[in-house]
């Protein structure tokens, strides 16, 4: 917790903290001086020259009206660093959450980044005044008042300074017995939320799946986990409430009785011991103080403890600047199946696509390459199996977060009725203009900016060819810097424009993972790896060399290839 404080102080702040430090310190050694002025106060009262307390009331009064002060300006300091943590905190969390990798995003962690940033506010702001200032008082006071006594009535004094730490003990057990039980009510809690509104998220799937009953569902699971947590909040905190009650009456009796035996022993006189009565009261009350804070203490640690959740979440290299730019994700395909309605097309699928690679899913029509691109994009959600992007679990992540992973290219293209510059903005509206422009270039999609400048493309890109309108979602694709590229290469559009337009994206895009439905030998000869499907199998897999010179089903659909390109060749030729 102090590292993480330290840690949101903005480094302005360092020498204000001092000044807190030193002001607290000297607000509790004037209310301990305050407290002890009682003992002479009261001896003079009912000794022999009562005039003589009047003294004793001018020095009580001078302590009080300083500790005023002192505690004044404590105040002021505490709320400017509080304010300076709130901050600090909020702009070190945006700016920590827009280089965190975006697997880390599931569920859970994106409510407790939106807590982080949304809900801090009064708890940063009051941390120094409402919690720091009784916690530090509670710490020191009782060790001051006890020091304090030493001179007046050193038993007593004793006796204070050795229960300070068995109250404190006893303090710190009760609050960690109820932080058990709350941290499990809160984290309950977090789950019925996130799992209510998933539920409600998903009610089209599981209405159509025939599961939108609550009761069988997770939010039903979260909402009994709540239940219990509940119960067990209520069965925690008694015992802890109890233990320090108990310790605090133990401390009053036993620092009481000191006293009546020191004066039953005629070591003080009777207005002496009423007024040591007096100081032991003084030496409980800011620790019981504390005990009430405790619900405070625990709010702002869980506040406190978010923040440090998103701080310590993994970064990709990227700076800020890069927006989505994160590093390329490791894929795997665990046992997936997949299937429209009753047709099963993906059948216990294994598939690994490493970080950053380029690899080509090949094979027969219909044998489910587009399937296998619309599962890594989360458009389906494998009936069996699970997808993992970098080892985190698809289903789990957040919804946003999964639609910034990808960026696709599918065989139907959804062009709008604007300019070309407004149809490749979709991919990211922010883009600079230098973006743009090289995403048009890399998708061989300049010419066609160039030919029609500020006119529009018709409606679903009537205008266009269906050659340059796969080019121009190719360039969409490339400008928004999500991790993952897919690429369904256009059957319908096979010139050799389309073919460079997709072996020049996936060369420019070498910093992301590739995965390309590919049936032309160009684009997949550059690929790293080559994936044959077929039926919803993975029949062969391996380098295009490598699977080549095996002279299985890949090196005969290569053949294949081979010749009609070289019918392509002859044709273009004759027309020349
Ligand atoms: P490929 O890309 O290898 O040609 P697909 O993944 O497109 O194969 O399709 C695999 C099978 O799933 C095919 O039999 C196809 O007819 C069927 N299919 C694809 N998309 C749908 C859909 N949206 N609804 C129903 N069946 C589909």
């Not at 809900?119 to 009782?142: E, Q, R, W």
């Not at 984290?187 to 009761?215: G, H, K, P, Y």
């Not at 003080?268 to 005990?291: F, G």
């Amino acid at each position: 917790m102090i590292r993480t404080v330290r840690s949101l102080l903005p480094d302005s702040a360092r020498p204000r903290l001092g000044a807190y430090a030193a002001a607290s310190v000297v607000s509790v050694v004037l209310r301990a001086v305050g407290a002890v002025l009682f003992v002479p106060l009261l001896s003079a009262l009912f000794g022999a020259a009562p005039s003589d307390a009047l003294v004793w009331v001018a020095a009580l009064t001078v302590a009080t009206v300083l500790g005023w002060a002192v505690d004044a300006f404590a105040a002021r300091l505490g709320f400017a660093l509080g304010f300076g943590m709130l901050d600090n905190a909020q702009r070190t969390v945006a700016e920590r959450i827009s280089r965190i990798r975006l697997t880390w995003f599931t569920a859970d962690n994106t409510a407790t980044a939106r807590q982080a940033i949304a809900a801090t506010g009064p708890d940063l702001v009051g941390l120094f005044i409402y919690l720091f200032t009784p916690l530090l008082s509670a710490l020191l006071l009782p060790v001051a008042i006890g020091l304090a006594l030493l001179p007046v009535a050193w038993p007593l004094g004793v006796a204070a300074l050795l229960g300070t730490p068995i109250l404190l003990a006893a303090m710190w057990a009760s609050a960690r017995l109820s932080r058990r039980a709350d941290r499990a009510a809160s984290d309950a809690n977090a789950a019925v939320t996130e799992r209510i509104l998933e539920f409600a998220r998903t009610q089209s799937a599981l209405r159509a799946a025939r599961r939108a009953d609550s009761a069988r569902s997770l939010a039903g699971d979260a909402l009994q986990a709540q239940h219990s947590s509940v119960l067990r909040l209520v069965l925690m905190q008694v015992p802890g409430q109890i233990l320090f009650s108990i310790a605090a009456q133990l401390a009053l009796v036993l620092l009481a009785g000191t006293t009546v035996v020191l004066a039953a022993r005629g070591g003080i006189d009777a207005p002496q011991a009423v007024a040591l009565i007096v100081v032991i009261v003084r030496y409980l009350e800011p620790m019981t103080v504390l005990a009430t804070l405790s619900p405070a203490l625990e709010s702002t640690l869980a506040v406190i403890e978010r923040i440090r959740t998103v701080l310590d979440a993994p970064v990709d290299g990227h700076g800020p600047g890069t927006s989505e730019a994160t590093t390329a994700p490791h894929i795997e395909f665990r046992g997936v199946s997949f299937g429209y309605g009753d047709t099963q097309v993906l059948h216990d699928l294994d598939l690994v696509i490493e970080a950053g690679s380029s690899t080509a899913i090949v094979g027969p029509s219909g044998s489910g390459k587009s399937t296998v691109l619309a599962l890594i994009a989360g458009l389906h959600a494998p009936d069996a199996g699970s997808i993992l992007v970098d080892g985190v679990d698809a289903s789990s992540l957040d919804a946003e977060t999964r639609r910034r992973l990808v960026s696709a290219v599918f065989q139907e293209t959804a062009l709008v009725d604007g300019t070309i510059d407004d149809n490749v903005r979709v991919g990211d509206p922010e883009a600079p203009a230098h973006a743009v422009e090289g995403a048009l270039r890399a998708a061989r999609a300049d010419g066609i900016a160039a030919r029609l400048g500020r006119g529009k493309v018709g409606e679903r890109g009537a205008a266009l060819s269906g050659g340059e309108r796969q080019r121009v979602s190719i360039a969409r694709a490339l400008v928004k810097r999500a991790p993952i590229l897919l690429i369904d290469e256009a059957t319908s559009a096979l010139d050799t424009e389309n073919e460079a337009a997709v072996v020049d994206a996936l060369h420019s895009a070498s910093d992301r993972t590739r995965v390309v439905v590919a049936h032309r030998y160009a684009s997949i000869a550059g690929c790293d790896r080559v994936v044959f499907l077929d039926g919803g199998r993975v029949v062969e897999q391996g380098g295009v060399d490598e699977l080549r010179r095996a002279g299985g089903r890949f090196a005969a659909f290569w053949r294949e290839q081979g010749e009609s390109g070289a019918w392509r060749l002859r044709a273009s030729r004759s027309e020349a």
